[in-house]
């Protein structure tokens, strides 16, 4: 995990370093200075504090499913976790270092690899009911923008494929060593893993719910971000039309095969936000709405799991 982590930073930096350099190049001039020096700072402050809410919300779902298998921490170290959980998911493709992260940090509370597996399993199906709630969104959105289906539909190409042939892989690997003792010990971890999945179904329904409320939640503030931010630069549009112009964003960002949707997020950003921004602001905008969004949690997030990893190597 820790060689996926440093390969996945040097690859976010190298495509974070492209793509603002472009958007420097094409984006910036006098009056981008003028426009940063007079942003509206509650607007400002309002969009880091729903940089807040989306921790809260994040912190709050894992914390209730922890809950619901006795697997317990304090509520401190839960928004530790989100940041951790952040930087994972920044660094790494569709997100899923996300989930590797949050992983590492319930077993260093002492839970089987079971528990935690389950726990984090179910975090991520909580997660999925936002996008599938908002999938008429995202068809409606393409149908009035048809010219964004394409790129789209090529990175979802590319992250099918992607998940096929890790999953012809990893098959072909566990029937060539069926016999293995180590097999037999990951096929009754694997019956002890549904047994808690089965437990989220039948006995700790309400706590799954819950967490689904929680992760419809901390999207929401997540799409949030970027009109408090066009706010802040003076800007009068509808909360609500600057919230569903994002949708096919967020669903391009969530499955870009780049770590934690680097470049497709700050150059769909320029598309998607040309219409509401004059050009001298467009750049600007899209960096500190990136920026705010996830990498300045995914940088905090960086230093913690840092500091995890030293207090664990030193024990």
Request: proline share 3%; charged share 15%; with cysteine.
């Amino acid at each position: 995990m820790r060689k996926t982590f440093v390969y996945g930073t040097f690859m976010l930096v190298l495509i974070l370093f492209l793509s603002f350099s472009y958007i420097f190049l094409k984006t910036f001039s006098k009056e981008t200075l003028y426009a940063l020096l007079n942003l509206k700072r509650r607007y400002l402050l309002m969009s880091l504090f729903l940089m807040f809410l989306y921790h809260t919300f994040d912190n709050l779902r894992l914390f209730i499913l922890s809950r619901a298998v006795n697997l317990r921490y304090s509520f401190s170290y839960g928004y530790m976790m989100s940041f951790i959980n952040t930087f994972g998911a920044t660094v790494t493709p569709a997100h899923v270092g996300g989930e590797l992260a949050a992983i590492y940090m319930l077993l260093r509370k002492g839970a089987s690899i079971h528990k935690v597996m389950s726990v984090v399993t179910m975090k991520t199906i909580s997660g999925m009911a936002f996008f599938l709630l908002g999938f008429p969104l995202l068809i409606w959105h393409l149908y009035k923008n048809p010219q964004q289906i394409i790129p789209i539909l090529e990175i979802f190409a590319i992250v099918s494929a992607l998940f096929g042939l890790f999953y012809l892989i990893g098959n072909f690997i566990l029937r060539k060593h069926e016999d293995r003792a180590v097999v037999r010990r990951l096929k009754d971890s694997l019956r002890k893993y549904l047994y808690y999945l089965k437990i989220f179904g039948y006995k700790r329904r309400p706590y799954f719910i819950a967490s689904v409320f929680s992760s419809i939640a901390l999207y929401i503030c997540f799409l949030l971000i970027a009109p408090a931010l066009i706010h802040a630069f003076g800007k009068e549009e509808s909360f609500t039309e600057l919230f569903l112009t994002q949708i096919s964003l967020l669903y391009a960002i969530f499955i870009s095969p780049t770590p934690g949707g680097s470049g497709v997020g700050e150059l769909g950003g320029l598309a998607v936000f040309s219409s509401f921004m004059e050009p001298f602001e467009l750049g600007v905008f899209v960096i500190l709405w990136r920026l705010i969004s996830q990498y300045i949690s995914a940088f905090i997030g960086g230093l913690l799991f840092a500091l995890c990893l030293l207090k664990d190597m030193r024990q």
